[in-house]
């Protein structure tokens, strides 16, 4: 599975931007899929994640209530809505699909990776 993700940018505190992860050669509809990101000296940390159907979705506590992971069945997009962005979350994102159909919180359980879009947020 060969994944892209787009739609970062340059934004102001407070404003939004949504992410979107496709993947080309194959499909990732029965997977789940995941959104990390990494800032410059950080390691990459985990964002969000949802099941192969978009029933179970997860957060980490820092973006809890400011972005919405989603997808569009059977074959769309998975999207990450990030709303009330803080300079704090200036990264590059990535979104990554898992082995199983499961959301999953762990690096290590998603075996491919997109290459990543920068999310600047400017104070």
């Known amino acids: 599975v060969q994944l892209q993700a787009s739609g970062g940018g340059l934004v102001q505190a407070g404003g939004f931007l949504r992410l979107s992860c496709t993947a080309s050669k194959y499909t990732f509809s029965n997977n789940g899929v995941g959104w990390f990101r990494q800032a410059p000296g950080k390691e990459r940390e985990f964002v969000a994640a949802?099941?192969?159907?978009?029933?179970?979705?997860y957060y980490s506590d820092s973006v809890q209530g400011r972005f919405t992971i989603s997808r569009d069945r059977p074959k769309g997009p998975v999207y990450l809505q990030m709303n009330s962005l803080k300079s704090e979350d200036t990264a590059v994102y990535y979104c990554a699909a898992a082995r199983s159909s499961s959301s999953a919180t762990t690096r290590s359980l998603y075996p491919h990776w997109g290459q990543g879009t920068q999310v600047t947020v400017s104070s």
């Open positions: 949802i099941n192969w159907n978009g029933g179970s979705t």
